[in-house]
Each structure stands twice: as structure tokens, then as C-alpha cells.
């Protein structure tokens, strides 16, 4: 299985901040990446996928970039609604394989 | 609108066969790919398996061949069978649609507990 690394786990930031999350894979994945964001009690959220294709009705704050094994996601300046657990999930091969989460949290 | 919705039984005997359905609107099962995704505190998000109605279904090899997703085209309906259930598939399930690997639809979650 591909296993997806996060980083940071969690980040403390204030709503107007640049932020980045990072997402490493074990193994080469191409552009196959998807980040998501969940709020609690709530099923995940598609944002992007390609690694920087941007979801219909997604804000253009978010953005991602990446290729190969290295990926990140950028919120260029948070906004109160944006504090929320992200993750990435590869789709190069199955079994599909999710990241453990970055919380986002206000600071 | 594509809307899915997740039901069945809230808790389930270790064990026994987990068994949930997902009813679909807004779209046909008779395309795309057809997901069920689980999360846990413990293992976070992981992904059971998926269908498309071609007859293509594959699941994930970690869960050791337990696993049957299922479909009934008249109800636009599809299901997951999760057999001798421990307490590690405690879990809140989504079903999904899938388009080439990506979740763009989601259930709103079903949380499943295995206790006696």
C-alpha cells in the first residue's frame, strides 16, 4: 500500500495567515492526489484533485501544488470557516490511501 | 443533486456481519464508481472498497476478505457486508461516488459499534 504522510498533525494560525500543509507519499504518485477538508460531525469535503485542480464553487484562496511524492496545499489567507481538519488521499493505485489529518486550528 | 444516504443497524454483535445500505439520488448507480469509505479515531480514514456496474468491484486487501459490496439497480440502492466484525471496525462508514479514484460525493456518515 502507498502509505500518505502529513505534516504538520495540527497548526495554530490567525484568520488572514498563509498557510501550507504538506503531504509526502511512500512511492511515486503522479499528479494523482485529492485534498479534502472535514468539519466535525460532517463527511469530508472535496477540494481539489489532480494535486491542483481547484473543486466547482471552492474558494480561490486554496490551492495545491505537487508531482511525483511531494504535495502541498496553501490557504493564501484563512478565513474563520477554513479551520478544519485536511487530508490528502492518493488515487495512483488502489487500495486509495488517506493521510492522518492536519487540524487547523485558530490561534 | 447527487445526495447518498447510509442506513442500517447502529450496533453490531463481535463476530457478527455488519450490514449497511446506501440509497442514492440525483444520480444512477448504473455509472460511475461506487465507494465505501470508514473512519476511526485509531486508523483514520480508510477506504473498504468500491463497484461500478460493469461488474468491476475491488476491495481492500487489509480487510482480509471480509468484505461484499453489493447493488440492486431497482433501488438505486447499494450495500456493504462486513463479516466477523471486531471492535477495531467501530467506525462511522460513508458510502461515496467515485469519479477515477476521487470521493466528489459523500453520505453524511453512519456511525457502526461492535459491542456485545
Known amino acids: 500500500d502507498i502509505q500518505m504522510t502529513q505534516s504538520p498533525s495540527s497548526l495554530s494560525a490567525s484568520v488572514g495567515d498563509r498557510v501550507t500543509i504538506t503531504c509526502r507519499a511512500s512511492?511515486?504518485?503522479?499528479?494523482?492526489l485529492a485534498w479534502y477538508q472535514q468539519k466535525p460531525g460532517k463527511a469530508p469535503n472535496l477540494l481539489l484533485h489532480?494535486?491542483?485542480t481547484l473543486e466547482s464553487g471552492v474558494p480561490s484562496r486554496f490551492s495545491g501544488s505537487g508531482f511525483g511524492t511531494e504535495h502541498t496545499l496553501t490557504i493564501s489567507s484563512l478565513q474563520p470557516e477554513d479551520f478544519a481538519t485536511y487530508y490528502c488521499?492518493?488515487?495512483?493505485?488502489?487500495?486509495?490511501?488517506f493521510g492522518q489529518g492536519t487540524k487547523l486550528e485558530i490561534k | 443533486q447527487v445526495q447518498l444516504q447510509e442506513s442500517g443497524p447502529g450496533q453490531v454483535k463481535p463476530s457478527e456481519t455488519l450490514s449497511l445500505t446506501c440509497t442514492v439520488s440525483?444520480?444512477?448507480?448504473?455509472?460511475?464508481?461506487w465507494s465505501w469509505i470508514r473512519q476511526s479515531p485509531e486508523k483514520g480514514l480508510e477506504w473498504i472498497g468500491y463497484?461500478?456496474?460493469?461488474?468491476?468491484?475491488i476491495y481492500n486487501p487489509s480487510l482480509n476478505n471480509r468484505v461484499t459490496i453489493s447493488k440492486d439497480m431497482s433501488k438505486n440502492q447499494f450495500s456493504l457486508n462486513l463479516s466477523s466484525v471486531t471492535a477495531a471496525d467501530t467506525a462511522v462508514y460513508y458510502c461515496a461516488r467515485n469519479e477515477l479514484g476521487i470521493s466528489e460525493y459523500w453520505g453524511p456518515g453512519t456511525l457502526v459499534t461492535v459491542s456485545s
Open positions: 440525483g444520480a444512477s448507480i448504473r455509472s460511475f464508481y
Open positions: 512511492q511515486y504518485i503522479s499528479h494523482s
Open positions: 463497484f461500478h456496474s460493469s461488474g468491476t468491484t
Open positions: 489532480d494535486a491542483s
Open positions: 488521499q492518493q488515487y495512483y493505485n488502489t487500495p486509495y490511501t
